[in-house]
């Protein structure tokens, strides 16, 4: 069955700082991958997704992530981050053909900046 | 475009009651799909409506339904509540194909005590 590990459940960094969040992905298939960001109180925000393509894609918010397919991995990077970038952050997969097509999430990483 | 959205933003039950969420999808869109959220599960996939239709479903007790109507407006119901119904449920739509970006609502958080 397809599965989403974040293998970082809690991650803090100073404001300004470089940020990696992992994401490793089990899927048969190309995957459509994806990273939502949840802050408190929230619903989910689309930061950027993979369909196809070229593997370094660009989101909002400046965040891009990587899709490596021998390492089955989809991190989300950002260069320097800013104090409201805190809240968690859930990769997900889309599996399934057709009629059975849903989204399958990673338990998510909170992340914690530092001023 | 007007969001996803969903009513009741919060509520609060007791156990052995029933519930009914609502949840309206983007304009254009007629999928429909619902998410329970909870600390220790995480994000679980319930149903997916399309065209009146469920068309998949999550593992879920029967106690868990919803519907879809005419205009991709979506309902869900929980019956007999229990106290670990108590989560944060998400509705989230797309256009139609798999694949396509699902686009959350803010969830309806459910307290049952």
């Known amino acids: 069955a397809q599965s989403v590990t974040q293998p970082d459940i809690h991650i803090t960094v100073s404001e300004g700082a470089s940020l990696e969040l992992r994401c490793n992905y089990s899927?048969?298939?190309?995957?459509?991958l994806f990273w939502y960001v949840q802050s408190p109180g929230q619903g989910l925000q689309l930061l950027l997704k993979?369909?196809?393509?070229?593997?370094l894609v660009q989101g909002i918010k400046g965040f891009e992530a990587e899709f490596k397919r021998s390492q089955s991995s989809f991190n989300l990077r950002k260069p320097s981050v800013h104090w409201s970038d805190a809240a968690e952050y859930f990769c997900?997969?889309?599996?399934?053909?057709?009629?059975?097509?849903?989204?399958?999430f990673g338990k998510g990483t909170l992340l914690t900046v530092n001023p | 475009k007007a969001g996803v959205t969903q009513t009741p933003r919060y509520l609060i039950k007791t156990r052995g009651q029933q519930v009914t969420l609502s949840c309206s999808p983007i304009s254009g869109h007629r999928s429909v799909s619902w998410y329970q959220q909870t600390p220790g599960q995480g994000l679980q996939f319930l149903f997916e409506?399309?065209?009146?239709?469920?068309?998949n479903k999550g593992n879920f007790p029967g106690r868990f339904s919803g519907r879809q109507f005419s205009n991709s407006r979506s309902e869900m119901n929980v019956s007999t509540l229990e106290l670990g119904d108590s989560a944060l449920y998400l509705c989230?739509?797309?256009?139609?194909?798999?694949?396509?970006?699902?686009?959350f609502g803010p969830g309806t958080r459910l307290l049952v005590l």
């Open positions: 409506y399309f065209s009146e239709t469920q068309r």
């Open positions: 993979y369909f196809s393509g070229d593997t």
């Open positions: 899927y048969g298939a190309t995957p459509y």
């Open positions: 997900a997969v889309g599996d399934g053909g057709g009629s059975n097509y849903k989204l399958t």
């Open positions: 989230a739509s797309s256009s139609s194909q798999p694949g396509e970006t699902q686009y």
